[in-house]
């Protein structure tokens, strides 16, 4: 089984201060995801990775940055969180879609519930 | 318009009942398609995959008719344990490192 874990279930900080989430998978993939998700707005795409040191931005990407210096760990960073980053952040990895007809579905970790104070 | 549409319910359903969800999506490119399950508090786990012909995996079935852009996913003797959000998944961009669309959810509640 694939087995996603983020370091932490949950998380209070306080606004300003600067927030590392972290997430490792074991399954040697090379596609990883930070979501968050809130009331009514869904699994929103923060930032995502295809390799090493490789990064994309996803859909909601601003106050956040991200690492990814091992293929097996994927950090999220908010440099300087606010309140409006409360939120459950979800941290996925899959593997590589190599054409019609494959389907890579992803995996998540547990999630991390963070307040930001 | 969203890109992945569910209606988000709830859906309240008896033990035994057979409960149907229906997804439709807008992007005519996107490549497959999946439905997971979420419960409250609790991170996505995949479901199931969807496939052009139609799967079943026991209780759950799921179809995906690409000329009118929908998926769907047909429990049968519904159980407790099956309350839960249903979430629609798609992968709308394929060339874009696997990124998938989700939809917003379907709640469903089964009851004694």
């Known amino acids: 089984d694939v087995k996603v874990t983020q370091s932490s279930r949950y998380l209070v900080k306080r606004t300003g201060e600067k927030v590392f989430l972290e997430c490792v998978q074991d399954?040697?993939?090379?596609?990883m995801f930070w979501y968050r998700q809130d009331p009514g707005l869904g699994l929103r795409l923060i930032y995502f990775s295809y390799d090493v040191k490789m990064k994309e931005k996803g859909d909601i990407p601003e106050g956040y940055s991200v690492s990814r210096e091992k293929k097996e760990r994927f950090s999220l960073i908010l440099e300087s969180a606010s309140t409006n980053q409360t939120s459950m952040y979800l941290c996925?990895?899959?593997?590589?879609?190599?054409?019609?007809?494959?389907?890579?579905?992803?995996?998540f970790g547990d999630g991390t519930r963070l307040s930001i104070l | 318009r969203k890109e992945v549409e569910q209606d988000p319910g709830p859906f309240n359903v008896p033990e035994g009942a057979t409960v149907a969800f229906n997804c439709t999506y807008s992007n005519s490119a996107s490549q497959s398609f999946f439905w997971y399950r979420q419960d409250c508090r609790k991170e996505p786990k995949l479901l199931m995959s969807v496939y052009s012909s139609g799967n079943e995996d026991g209780r759950f079935t799921a179809q995906l008719n690409r000329a009118s852009q929908y998926i769907s996913l047909l429990i049968r003797d519904s159980k407790l344990s099956d309350s839960a959000t249903y979430l629609c998944?798609?992968?709308?961009?394929?060339?874009?490192?696997?990124?998938?669309?989700f939809g917003g959810g379907t709640r469903l509640m089964v009851k004694p």
């Open positions: 998944v798609v992968n709308d961009r394929p060339h874009a490192g696997n990124m998938l669309t």
């Open positions: 399954m040697d993939h090379e596609n």
């Open positions: 996925a990895s899959s593997l590589i879609w190599v054409g019609w007809g494959d389907n890579q579905p992803q995996h």
